[in-house]
């Protein structure tokens, strides 16, 4: 499975910006779908996570309330919708895919089989 990261970008804090993860494979629906992040000399850490029909979604607490995960299985996306930007947000971002059954939502790390390029986002303060 080939994923392609997009929409980072730099943005004030309390500003919007929405990330894409595109995917090669056919069946894509069959696949829980993630974004992680990373700051230099840090873990990368879980982010949110959707199942593969789209019906669960499951955030890290620390962006609770302020994004929203979506997919698309016919466009083989997801849609990151972040709102609320703080500084802290700061990372590159990374979308994932883990082989799941109906209804899994998966944060663990270890899981996720493919990886997408990373996309850098910048809040500023």
């Known amino acids: 499975v080939q994923l392609q990261a997009c929409g980072g970008g730099l943005v004030q804090a309390g500003g919007s910006l929405s990330l894409s993860c595109g995917a090669s494979?056919?069946?894509?629906?069959?696949?829980?779908m993630a974004w992680f992040r990373q700051t230099p000399g840090q873990e990368r850490e879980f982010v949110a996570a959707i199942s593969r029909g789209g019906t669960r979604t499951y955030y890290a607490d620390s962006v609770k309330g302020r994004f929203k995960l979506s997919r698309d299985n016919t466009l083989r996306m997801v849609l990151l919708r972040m709102n609320t930007l703080t500084p802290d947000d700061t990372a590159v971002y990374y979308c994932?895919?883990?082989?799941?059954?109906?209804?899994?939502?998966?944060?663990?790390?270890?899981?996720?089989?493919?990886w997408g390029q990373g996309t850098q986002v910048t809040v500023s303060s």
């Open positions: 494979e056919r069946t894509f629906s069959n696949y829980c």
């Open positions: 994932a895919a883990a082989r799941s059954v109906t209804g899994e939502v998966i944060t663990a790390k270890a899981r996720y089989d493919y």
